[in-house]
């Protein structure tokens, strides 16, 4: 008998495009689809809808209609089939400076359960968008894929591609990750900074409505954010000489530090009973704070002291 080699899988070889027409978006939204059904993604039924055309064809005109859309997608070098897909929203100012985008379900039937339901956590995913992302900053809006082709690198070459952008532009990360995509994110640098739950307690819907919600909800999800160009560290580090200093929590404010333009931190209050402190020219709260001005920072008198402020 010839000695043969041992059989051993042989892992496909992926490549990356980038969005550029609307024929894309079939393929796309097919990827989607087979992704966010394993593990099952309420979230995701809210968004897709009555019919996979529909899907395609709202897909298609939401990235026309918005500036800041791009789209990469992987294909499987031998079928051709598209294994994984992105969208990353780049805004160089705050696109939340007039308050929280709107956006109605209108694929749904309107006065139907499940579009009094989508009105509903549309509502409440996009209300918290302008406190927690309120300054320039890169977004992955949608990041699947195909549960066939999990654990080769695929999200990788994805998530690559955005974050290379985002450090040419000199944009903080944020995602709002499902349980499933936590440890992926962690992996690329990402932190969470909120847990969050979506849900529709809304009473006196009906029977119906409560059928809707308890086959879609709750679905738990985790804002996240990686710091510009993927550096943190403590805010009074040497290192990080644009760092507010660390008040010593006895009531006296520390001398006045001037933050210099662009300088971008990510704050976390530790054994503090409280998540947010006033300081003159600027408000901190957990969270993620860009300065595009030169402002001198000085500790408000009458605002609670911070103990320790570390990222
Ligand atoms: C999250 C997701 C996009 C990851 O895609 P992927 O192509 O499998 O990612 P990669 O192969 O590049 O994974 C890189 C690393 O991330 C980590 N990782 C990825 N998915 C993980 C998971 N489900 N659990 C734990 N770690 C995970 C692993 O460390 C992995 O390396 P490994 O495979 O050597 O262990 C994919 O699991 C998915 O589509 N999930 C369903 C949709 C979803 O929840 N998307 C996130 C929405 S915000």
Redesign the pocket.
């Known amino acids: 008998m010839p000695l043969l080699p041992s059989p051993r899988a042989k892992m496909p070889s992926f490549r990356l495009h980038e969005q550029k027409s609307d024929d894309e978006f079939e393929a796309i939204v097919d990827c989607e689809n087979a992704?966010?059904a394993?593990?099952f993604?309420g979230f995701w039924e809210v968004l897709k809808g009555p019919s996979v055309d529909g899907l395609v064809k709202r897909t298609a005109q939401w990235h026309r209609d918005d500036k800041s859309s791009r789209w990469v997608y992987v294909t499987d070098e031998e079928t051709g089939e598209c294994v994984?897909a992105m969208e990353w929203n780049f805004y160089e100012e705050n696109p939340y400076s007039h308050g929280a985008p709107e956006l109605i379900a209108d694929w749904w039937d309107e006065g139907t359960p499940i579009r009094k339901l989508s009105d509903y956590v549309l509502k409440a995913f996009l209300k918290d968008r302008p406190h927690i992302m309120g300054i320039p900053h890169a977004v992955?809006s949608?990041?699947?894929?195909?549960?066939t082709?999990?654990?080769?690198?695929?999200?990788?070459?994805m998530?690559e591609w955005g974050l290379k952008v985002a450090d040419k532009m000199a944009l903080p990360v944020f995602?709002?990750?499902?349980?499933?995509?936590?440890?992926?994110?962690e992996?690329?640098g990402f932190k969470v900074i909120e847990s969050l739950v979506l849900d529709a307690p809304v009473p006196n819907q009906g029977i119906d409505f409560e059928q809707v919600r308890e086959r879609l909800m709750p679905v738990p999800?985790f804002v996240m954010t990686r710091p510009l160009g993927g550096k943190s560290g403590p805010i009074n580090d040497p290192k990080h000489s644009n760092g507010i200093k660390q008040t010593n929590g006895a009531g006296t404010a520390e001398p006045t530090n001037t933050i210099s333009n662009g300088s971008y931190f990510q704050v976390q209050f530790v054994d503090c009973s409280f998540t947010n402190c006033h300081f003159n020219n600027c408000s901190i709260s957990n969270g993620n704070i860009l300065l595009r001005n030169e402002a001198p920072i000085t500790q408000d008198p009458s605002s609670n002291q911070v103990n320790t402020l570390a990222l």
């Open positions: 992704g966010y394993t593990p993604n994984g992955i949608y990041c699947v894929t195909r549960p082709h999990r654990h080769m690198g695929v999200g990788t070459m998530m995602v709002e990750s499902t349980e499933d995509g936590e440890k992926f994110y992996k690329h999800y």
